[in-house]
């Protein structure tokens, strides 16, 4: 495998598979006695101001009416 500029790599598909990755899932990386380990964690990091309330909007609008909403007339 090789890493890119930006410090990613891509997991197999067949490890993703066994370990039940999927886009947006959370992972760490443990370290033990010099290996380190790839785990999926329960809890989301909240990274980002905001992350922790994405999906709770109860809003009845369309994404265009919401737009609407923001943009200066």
């Known amino acids: 495998m090789r ?3 930006k ?3 891509t997991i197999p598909r067949n490890i993703r598979e066994v ?4 886009p947006e899932t959370e992972i760490d990386f443990v370290e033990e006695n010099g290996r380190f380990y790839i785990v999926k964690t329960n809890e989301p990091t909240a990274t980002g101001k905001f992350k922790k ?3 709770i909007a109860t809003a009845k609008m369309s ?3 919401i737009m609407s ?3 200066e007339q």
């Open 69 to 71: 909403l923001t943009r």
């Open 7 to 9: 410090g990613q790599v």
């Open 53 to 55: 309330l994405r999906g």
């Open 63 to 65: 994404t265009n009416e």
């Open 19 to 22: 370990l039940g990755i999927s």
């Open 3 to 5: 890493v890119t500029t």
